[in-house]
């Protein structure tokens, strides 16, 4: 059993056409189980609406930081219904980017508190997206814990940052770029992280791995970043295939 615990399938590029073939695909890899993450409000809908019509899809729901502009008086009480909602395991993406700021830098920060607080009304945990921010985003969450736990996507920054993360109980979730020939900082902390506190993801159809490139990323190459995982560790495909997946049954409380 492999679970891709971040991906985007209500992006136009998986239109219904294509669909079927992914899923297909991701099952022959054996991908059983699929996190498809919101953004903002419609895609958090999308997303719900994907895990009730699929057995192996669960949903994240919230904004990101690039959509913190786009929120409204209406925005949290919509979340907050869907986080009732069967099968939303979790409240993100939420974070800060301050590598693109299409948001202003403020609004995210506003927008991703308010959305820490929201996830612990909703006894949800909190994935976090973070790019050329982890400073602020270990202020906050040191300053506004999450009560459920929290994760963060994509890991990219030192070992020295994760230590800080791992030791305030996050787990670090591993992607495409671990496979890149330029990865030195996200090699490190695959080789060093506690073997309980990772899991794996493609962030679909973004970050694809090695060797698929320049190519939409899709589920089925979630396996790409599990090899590279196993062979960083010195450890078995398998081996590797079954911690990322208890760990994410642990993090997500489901069986």
């Not at 009560?147 to 992607?175: D, N, P, R």
Request: charged share 20%; aromatic share 12%; proline share 6%.
């Amino acid at each position: 059993m492999i679970w891709d615990t971040h991906a985007h399938l209500d992006d136009p590029r998986f239109q219904k056409k294509y669909f079927a073939g992914v899923s297909e695909r991701a099952r022959l890899a054996g991908v059983t189980r699929i996190t498809n993450v919101g953004f903002n409000l419609p895609s958090s809908q999308r997303s719900v609406q994907l895990a009730q019509d699929h057995e192996f899809i669960y949903a994240a729901i919230g904004v990101h930081p690039h959509n913190a502009v786009e929120v409204t008086a209406d925005t949290w009480p919509a979340l907050l219904q869907l986080a009732k909602k069967p099968k939303v395991l979790a409240w993100g993406e939420i974070g800060l980017d301050y590598y693109r700021n299409l948001s202003p830098r403020p609004t995210q920060k506003e927008v991703f508190i308010q959305q820490i607080e929201l996830a612990n009304q909703a006894g949800l945990p909190i994935v976090i997206h973070s790019r050329d921010a982890y400073d602020d985003v270990m202020k906050i969450v040191q300053e506004y814990p999450p009560a459920h736990g929290g994760a963060f996507h994509c890991y990219s920054s030192s070992w020295e940052m994760a230590k800080v993360f791992l030791k305030q109980g996050f787990y670090l979730s591993f992607a495409g770029p671990l496979t890149y020939k330029n990865a030195r900082h996200t090699v490190e902390v695959a080789r060093n992280i506690p073997l309980d506190r990772f899991f794996v993801e493609t962030d679909s159809p973004y970050l694809t791995p090695e060797p698929y490139r320049g190519q939409r990323n899709e589920p089925a190459f979630v396996r790409e970043v599990i090899a590279r995982m196993a062979e960083i560790r010195a450890m078995s495909f398998e081996q590797i295939a079954a911690l990322a997946t208890d760990n994410a049954r642990r993090f997500f409380r489901t069986d």
